[in-house]
Every structure is written in structure tokens, then in C-alpha cells.
């Protein structure tokens, strides 16, 4: 059980988080809100993490019935150890399990997440969505009383999320999504707005925004490449400026594989891709791509996905939501825009925005993506299988 | 204690244990000794020690021309060997190495300061290559190439660290617990640390004349 009572809360930058919170948790909630609207402050108070590891003020009740295991935002932060069985197994081994526990539950975990042929994999070579899938499966074989997950399911492939919200809806599990689909299947829905607990409101239906696409700038024909194996054969694609391309399928499957294709980091085994004019590309993991002192040295397209108010920011201070805002952005700066998961942390109103940027702009833009209601949206879905 | 399910490669505790035997010997800067020590290690793990073999060719060649220059000829094997004693710790996983020195007696704190330190330099080899993956794709010249990727990888390592942390504090890992998982030695295990005696004992036993 959890439970807050008046709970306030300042970042050490004097940025007020929470706003009198109070709560009583008790089974399975979803915590729904808008980017910034305290959400994952909200779940960083169960573990203590705020205010112990994060500084700034505090008050007001938080009182915890168990042990909390809580998932960040960005899986490729969240594991520790340099092999899937060994990221699983340590929380059990420092949790006083023996090795027998361990190794049984470990496996037990891996069978119902599907990721047993994971479990050998060092956690370097897994994709992101695989990194993601490692985490929760961390967590589910944790024995934490309670869960609280900050958008776990973000790189997921919804089927894959699904299957995993119903092994961890069984339990006190606290997760926070952007994704509404998600709170069927949990007890209790909590909405935060603006650092407070609000109605549930639904939010705006994604605008799909069709554009008029021009002449063909990216053509990838007949591609093969993989790694150890082929992941793609004979793959092609063709891209005109204006259009918006969704790739979707399943995790592993080659999206970012394919994105990093076209920008030239990696060579097709055979086939040819050609593309006109430069290359903006934003991955998963936003921080690649920020390397400066400001947010307003990064790049000159924040007035257009209304983000001046971190203008003056160091890039690196913002939130994962944030920072992947930022890093988008700045790959727009370019011709052909190659973006990984870039509704990953964000509401329906950016998703919204970037659609229609993208549009105005007449960017040609590849998105690989498992946000389906942001693929509807786009020009043309490929599916890699 | 009992095993966990690990992957090939020799058992950390052998690994530790050998590599400070074989070091002992090399030191007595005898060439046979360290071709001894550089075959036993290219018999152990031949792709491991090769490729790091190659990876410090950078510093390797320039010690070799000095050495031939400026004197020091027959003290080259023990470098080689040296690099090769290492080549048997690089391919430990930190978390292994981490029990491994626990199962030793070393204090849990330092035992996990170290391997989580080597996990970092591991995250951060592979940060290094994706960002410059990126770098490369943007036609910069020489200076702003090297210039973007130590801002990025400064400001990386900085991230990496407090997140490294946060997991740790999030998951209620103890760092004063000592957790000994170490895998059970195998043949190859039992073959490498009664080489890497026996080159102790030729060492001595040559050396005092028996």
C-alpha cells in the first residue's frame, strides 16, 4: 500500500513538482498526465529516490507498505550489469535469495516475458526495446512488493506490452504512461496535472495532417544487411520530401537498423540507398545528440516545437521527455529527418505538433515507431517482419 | 556457494589468481619465462590474447623502437607477456571480476567500486562508438570531430555515472553486502592455474639454481 498525504515538492531549481498530493494506492493504478505534469516525480517519491537522491524540499506524508522497485524512463540507463541473466539475478542476490531461487525465478521470468533466448545476450548487443523488455522482466523477477514504472512500454511493440501488463497488473504496481490504451487493464486510474491529482480527462484525438509529397529524396532498393545474421533482404523503399514514412514490427526486428542505414552509419551487404541532401537523425537515447552548454546552442528550430522555455537549460539537465523534444528538433535542422522512437515520453499534443511541423516544414521524415495511432498518421507504413 | 548459470570463458576467481602468478614470474624479466607466460596464454584464450595483442600494437611499437634504440632489447618478451597476463583479466565480466574479489576476502565497497568501474568503461567504449557513428555522419573536420565528441562524451560520462547511481539506490543494492556467486571451476580452470604454478615454480627453482 501506498500512501501520500499533502505531499509538496521543489527541485533543488526551484521548480515545484508536486502541489499537495494525496493518494492511497493499494493494487494496480495507471498514472496518466501530460508531459511535466509531475508523473514521474509522483513515482520517484515511493522509493525515496525523491527527495534523498534528488535534493530540494519536501513535505507532507509518504508512507510505503513494502519494498518499491522502480523503472525509469530510459531503459538504455536502467541495467547495470553487462549480461541479461546477471541484471536479473542481482537485485534477487542482494535481496539475501539463494542461487537455486535465484536461477529458478530468473528462468521462470525470462519463460513468461518470452525472452529466454535473451538470457545469454549480453545486454550491449540487445536492441532498445529488448533493453526495455530486460528491465520490467527485472523487475517482475525482482520479488518487490511494489512496482513503480515510469513508461516502461515505450519501445515496445504493443502486443509485447500487453502481454507484459497483464503479468504485472497482478501485483501493487504503479505505472506511468502516455499511452491510455494501457489503463484498461489496471484498477485505478490517477490523472496528474500540473504537479497535482486531477479529474481523468481524455486527451485530444491525434489531428492526422496529410501532406503533399514532392520528389523522391531517400531510395533504399533492394537492401540486405543484418548482423550476425540477415535481418532485412531485398528491402525497398522509397521516401519524397513532405512525406512521413512509419516503420513498425516487432522488437529487434532492424528499425533503428534501418534508420542508421539510411543515414549512412552502417553499409548495406547489397542493394543500394540514396539520399538527397542531408541527414538529421535523433535516436532512442537523446543524449547522443546534445553536447552543449544551452539548450538554445543546439539548434534554431525550439521557437517552432515551442520549446524556448528550456532555451536555457543545459541540455543535459533536462528530463528524458525533454531532452528527446530537444534532440527531434534538432534533427529538423536537416533535409531528411530520422527519428527513433519519437513519440516515446511525450503527450498527444507534441505528437501532435511534430506531425504538423513536419508537414510545414516538408521535411522527409522516416519514423521507426510501435506508436500505431502515430503511424495511422503517417504517409505510408512499412512492416518489417 | 554455489554456481550461477554463466557463460564460457575461465571462472574470474582462476582468471585473478593466474594473472597475479604468471605476473610474479614475469617480473624476474627472463625471456624464457615470458615466452612461456605469452604461450600459455595464446593456448588459453588465443582470439582474446591476439586482439588485445593488437589493440595495444599503438603503445607496443613505439616501446619496441625505443627499445631497440636506446637499449632494452630483452626486455621486450616481458612486456608482450605482461600485456598477455592481461589479456586473461579484460574479458571478465565486471560482475564476475566483482565476486570474484569478494570471494577473496576484498571488501564488498571496493570489490563492487571496481567492477562497477570496469562496467562503466565498458558502457562508455560503447557510447564512444555510437556517438561517433553520429559524428561521422555529419562531414566535420578534423578538430570539431574530436572537439564534439569529448564535449559529448564528457557530458555521457557524467550522465552514466549519476544514472548508474540512481539504478543502484532504486533497486536497494547494498554496496557493503557481500554476494559470493562464483561459477564452479572447470577442467580448462584446474589446466590454467597448475600452468600458471608450474611456471612460478620453474621460475624459482631455475633461478635459485636447483
Not at chain 1, 484498461?184 to 509529397?213: A, H, N, Q, Y
Not at chain 2, 612486456?79 to 576484498?106: D, H, K, N, T, W
Request: glycine share 8%; aromatic share 8%.
Amino acid at each position: 500500500m501506498i500512501y501520500l498525504d499533502d505531499v509538496w515538492y521543489e527541485y533543488p531549481n526551484g521548480v515545484l513538482g508536486l502541489k499537495g498530493v494525496s493518494l492511497r494506492i493499494e493494487g494496480s493504478s495507471f498514472v496518466g498526465g501530460s508531459t511535466g505534469s509531475g508523473k514521474s516525480t509522483l513515482l520517484r517519491t515511493f522509493n525515496g529516490l525523491i527527495p534523498k537522491f534528488y535534493g530540494g524540499k519536501m513535505r507532507g506524508t509518504v508512507r510505503v507498505e513494502g519494498k518499491v522497485f522502480f523503472i525509469g524512463q530510459n531503459a538504455e540507463e536502467q541495467i547495470i550489469t553487462s549480461r541479461v541473466y546477471d541484471e536479473m539475478a542481482l537485485p534477487l542476490l542482494h535481496g539475501g535469495y539463494g542461487i537455486e531461487e535465484v536461477d529458478k525465478r530468473v528462468k521462470d521470468v525470462a519463460r513468461s516475458c518470452g525472452m529466454e533466448d535473451l538470457l545469454e545476450m549480453e545486454t550491449s548487443k540487445l536492441s532498445d526495446g529488448q533493453k526495455q523488455l530486460v528491465v520490467i522482466a527485472t523487475a517482475l523477477a525482482s520479488g518487490s512488493d511494489i512496482l513503480a514504472l515510469d513508461e516502461p512500454f515505450a519501445n515496445l511493440h504493443p502486443d509485447l506490452a500487453k502481454r507484459l501488463i497483464r503479468l504485472i497488473s497482478k501485483r501493487t504496481v504503479v505505472m506511468a504512461e502516455h499511452r491510455l490504451e494501457y489503463s484498461e487493464f489496471f484498477e485505478e486510474v490517477i490523472w496528474m496535472e500540473d504537479g497535482r491529482v486531477s479529474e481523468p480527462k481524455d486527451p485530444p484525438e491525434l489531428e492526422c495532417v496529410r501532406g503533399k509529397p514532392g520528389e523522391v529524396v531517400v531510395r533504399v532498393k533492394d537492401v540486405t544487411f543484418g548482423y550476425d545474421r540477415p535481418l532485412f533482404e531485398g528491402l525497398s523503399l522509397e521516401v519524397r520530401r513532405g512525406e512521413i514514412v512509419a516503420v513498425v514490427g516487432r522488437n529487434g526486428v532492424g528499425k533503428t537498423t534501418l534508420l542508421k542505414l539510411i543515414a549512412g552509419i552502417y553499409r548495406p551487404w547489397d542493394g543500394e540507398i540514396s539520399v538527397k541532401g542531408r541527414v538529421g537523425i535523433s535516436l532512442a537515447f537523446p543524449n547522443y545528440h546534445l553536447f552543449e552548454k544551452e539548450v538554445r546552442r543546439e539548434t534554431k528550430m525550439l521557437e517552432v516545437f515551442g520549446l524556448e522555455s528550456l532555451a536555457s537549460r543545459h541540455p543535459h539537465s533536462l528530463s528524458f521527455g525533454e531532452a528527446k523534444r530537444v534532440a527531434i528538433a534538432k534533427a529538423f535542422e536537416r533535409d531528411v529527418v530520422l527519428l527513433d522512437e519519437p513519440t516515446a515520453g511525450q503527450d498527444s499534443e507534441f505528437k501532435a505538433r511534430l506531425l504538423r511541423v513536419s508537414r510545414e516544414l516538408g521535411r522527409a521524415v522516416v519514423v521507426a515507431t510501435h506508436d500505431l495511432e502515430f503511424a495511422e498518421c503517417c504517409d505510408e507504413i512499412v512492416k518489417l517482419r | 556457494m554455489r554456481s550461477l548459470n554463466y557463460a564460457n570463458g575461465f571462472e574470474a576467481r582462476t582468471c585473478i589468481t593466474s594473472s597475479l602468478i604468471l605476473t610474479l614470474s614475469v617480473y624476474s624479466f627472463r625471456i624464457d619465462v615470458a615466452l612461456l607466460v605469452i604461450a600459455l596464454t595464446l593456448v588459453a584464450s588465443p582470439r582474446k590474447t591476439l586482439r588485445f595483442l593488437s589493440i595495444t600494437l599503438p603503445f607496443t611499437i613505439p616501446f619496441v623502437l625505443a627499445a631497440f634504440l636506446l637499449g632494452g632489447v630483452r626486455k621486450i618478451p616481458t612486456v608482450f607477456a605482461l600485456i598477455c597476463v592481461g589479456s586473461l583479466l579484460i574479458g571478465i565480466q565486471p560482475e564476475r571480476f566483482g565476486y570474484a574479489l569478494m570471494y577473496f576476502r576484498i571488501p564488498p565497497r571496493f570489490a563492487y567500486s571496481i567492477s562497477i568501474a570496469v562496467r562503466m568503461f565498458h558502457v562508455l567504449v560503447e557510447d564512444t562508438r555510437r556517438i561517433v557513428e553520429l559524428l561521422r555522419t555529419e562531414k566535420l573536420g578534423r578538430f570539431e570531430f574530436v572537439s564534439r565528441l569529448l564535449k559529448s562524451l564528457s557530458a555521457i560520462a557524467v550522465l552514466r555515472a549519476i544514472s548508474m547511481a540512481e539504478v543502484l539506490y532504486s533497486r536497494g543494492i547494498d554496496l557493503d553486502r557481500r554476494v559470493i556467486v562464483c561459477e564452479r571451476p572447470k577442467l580448462r580452470d584446474y589446466a590454467l592455474l597448475l600452468s600458471s604454478i608450474s611456471i612460478l615454480l620453474y621460475t624459482c627453482l631455475t633461478r635459485s639454481g636447483l
